[in-house]
């Protein structure tokens, strides 16, 4: 490896790689946009279900095709980050009440420390342990409204704000 390689390795690693996914919206929908933002010392990733979002469920509709587009959005959205995930600090996923299990079960090559289960409370009991029985036990559980939109908006300026100081 050459020296200017090197040095360009350890200055992409001390910038802070943070991924936002969900397949609902952050905010409202079309507010954000996908892909990547870059603040001071940190970059973020956002996914929605932005390729889909003309066939976009709300979070509450509950019908099979829902749950079939819930599940395809999330497993395209987590077969995305598979490739960048060694860079990635750290992934917030919003777990809903409906295909939930398929989105945690995504997870699970996902290090407990690296990310982020960010749920409402339907079947959040059953949540918990499927998030236990895939290994990642110690990661960090946020709770939120159904749909998550607010929440996730939340951790986005969290995360600009904290850039800043
Ligand atoms: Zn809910």
Redesign the pocket.
């Known amino acids: 490896m050459t020296n200017k390689k090197q040095i360009k390795k350890s200055i992409d690693r001390a910038v802070e790689q943070i991924a936002i996914i969900t397949y609902n919206c952050i905010g409202n929908p079309q507010q954000y946009e996908n892909g990547w933002t870059n603040y001071p010392g940190k970059k973020v990733l956002l996914m929605q279900n932005g390729h889909r979002s003309e066939r976009a469920v709300a979070?509450s509709e509950n019908s099979a095709m829902a749950e079939r587009i819930r599940k395809s959005t999330l497993s395209y959205l987590l077969e995305g980050i598979k490739p960048i995930l060694p860079q990635l600090n750290h992934v917030y996923l919003y777990v809903?009440?409906h295909g939930a299990e398929g989105a945690i079960e995504m997870t699970k090559d996902i290090p407990a420390e690296k990310i982020t289960y960010v749920m409402?409370?339907?079947n959040s009991y059953e949540k918990k342990a499927l998030i236990r029985e895939i290994g990642n036990k110690n990661a960090e559980i946020m709770s939120c409204e159904?749909g998550g939109n607010y929440t996730l908006e939340k951790i986005l300026k969290d995360i600009k704000k904290e850039s800043k100081k």
């Open positions: 979070g809903g009440a409402c409370k339907c159904c």
